[in-house]
């Protein structure tokens, strides 16, 4: 059974900063890309960013780039996001999911989703 499942949602001040945990199984953690989405309410959901898991190739999303670093443990089968100079604008339920990119374009491949994580950013 494949499982994602995010950690490390929470609470914080604009400017401060929050690290996500998605901790993956139930296939081959190297095949496969694995990123974040985020849906705040009344918006669509975003792609944040995406990464191969096999040679580190990265996507980020022009909202987020200088300030969150996507990397993984491979040892841990796990992905983390983290978080800087967080905005209130930042604020929204973030998804750990397989993933791939086109250009600008974020996608979800092989519909792989964890169950979300909050994160709150107060100004």
């Known amino acids: 059974e494949v499982q994602l499942v995010e950690s490390g949602g929470g609470l914080v001040q604009a400017g401060g900063s929050l690290r996500l945990s998605c901790a993956a199984s139930?296939?081959?953690?190297?095949?496969?890309?694995i990123g974040w989405f985020r849906q705040a309410p009344g918006k669509e959901r975003e792609g944040v960013s995406c990464?191969?898991?096999?040679?580190?190739?990265?996507y980020y999303a022009d909202s987020v780039k200088g300030r969150f670093t996507i990397s993984s443990d491979n040892a841990k089968n796990t992905v983390y996001l983290q978080m800087n100079s967080l905005k209130p604008e930042d604020t929204a339920v973030y998804y750990c999911?397989?993933?791939?990119?086109?250009?600008?374009?974020?996608?979800?491949?092989?519909?792989?989703w964890g169950q979300g994580t909050q994160v709150t950013v107060s100004s």
């Open positions: 990464l191969t898991i096999s040679d580190g190739d990265t």
């Open positions: 999911a397989s993933c791939s990119w086109y250009g600008k374009e974020m996608l979800n491949y092989y519909d792989y």
């Open positions: 139930g296939f081959t953690f190297v095949d496969y890309a």
